[in-house]
Every structure is written in structure tokens, then in C-alpha cells.
């Protein structure tokens, strides 16, 4: 068990460090973008795509890190009145409903980056399903974590995350 452990967390950390790694390079790309285009009337004719594409990769990412650390939206002003028993059925529910929405990201995401693996980017000339590839990604990871939360294991890697009073 603690193998498996060992693989998830690594996996985990991959995913995660990948994101921010999308984030970092978006930013400096965009970063480049302005100044070039403000300083020297010039823009390199990749960034753009490039930038919508580590865009939407790390949206994606994001959805199933947000899912891994239970920041997700949630309403719990009707159901502080309900009592720990329905809140724990509650739990089972929304974990049960985060799969399922894991598995369409899954079933439809690879479904689209199949349809779109046909054509190409304009600039960069990669298939245009690498651009959706990372749906199907965040799907299974959805799915992990919601498997994870529904027996109660603690997937939050992040302590120090508060939530909002």
C-alpha cells in the first residue's frame, strides 16, 4: 500500500508541478509579448497560440487541484442545518457527482482531442489535440481524488489553504 501511495503522490506532484510550471511559462510569455510589442513594435508569432494554449492547460489543471484540496464551490448555508448523519450522505453525494463529472471529462475530452488530432495549429503546428489533450488529463485526476474523498483519505497537500468566512 505504501508503494501505491509512493506513485500517487509522485504522480501528484508531477501534475501539480507541471501546472505551476504552466503558469510561470505563461506568464513570462505574455510578460515578453507586451514588452516586445511596446517597445520594439513587435510580437512573436507564436505567443499568442502558445499562450491560449497553456492557458487553457492550466484552467484544467487547476479545476482537478482545486477539487484535490476541497476549494470547489460550495453552498453550505442551507446545510448547516442539517444534522452530521446528512451531511456525511451529502459528502457521498457530491464525491459520487465529482466522479461522474471526472468521467465525462474523461469519455468526452479524449472524444475531442481524437476528433481534433486532424488538424493543426497555425503557428506552432502542433495537432490541435494537444490543446485538449489535458481534459481527458484532469478527468482522470478528478477521478483519483473523488475516489480518494469518498473512502475518506485526505487528499489535501496544502495545510495553510483557508477558507473564506
Not at 487553457?56 to 482545486?66: N, R
Not at 446528512?86 to 471529462?105: E, M, Q, R, Y
Not at 475516489?147 to 489535501?156: A, G, M
Request: hydrophobic letters at 55%; proline letters at 2%; glycine letters at 6%.
Amino acid at each position: 500500500m505504501k508503494l501505491v501511495k509512493k506513485f500517487g503522490l509522485i504522480i501528484d506532484s508531477i501534475f501539480e508541478n507541471f501546472a505551476l510550471l504552466s503558469l510561470l511559462s505563461l506568464v513570462i510569455i505574455v510578460t515578453t509579448q507586451v514588452m516586445t510589442r511596446k517597445l520594439f513594435n513587435f510580437v512573436f508569432f507564436w505567443s499568442e497560440e502558445v499562450t491560449l494554449l497553456l492557458l487553457s492547460w492550466f484552467a484544467f489543471m487547476a479545476i482537478a487541484i482545486g477539487f484535490r484540496e476541497n476549494i470547489h464551490l460550495g453552498i453550505d448555508a442551507i446545510t448547516n442545518y442539517f444534522s452530521k448523519g446528512v451531511n456525511k450522505v451529502l459528502d457521498k453525494v457530491i464525491d459520487t457527482s465529482i466522479f461522474a463529472f471526472g468521467l465525462f471529462l474523461v469519455y468526452q475530452g479524449w472524444g475531442f482531442a481524437i476528433l481534433m488530432s486532424e488538424s493543426t495549429l497555425p503557428a506552432t503546428k502542433l495537432p490541435t489535440s494537444v490543446q485538449y489533450l489535458i481534459i481527458p488529463i484532469a478527468g482522470v485526476m478528478i477521478c483519483a481524488y473523488a475516489v480518494l474523498q469518498f473512502f475518506n483519505i485526505n487528499t489535501n497537500r496544502h495545510q495553510d489553504i483557508e477558507e473564506g468566512n
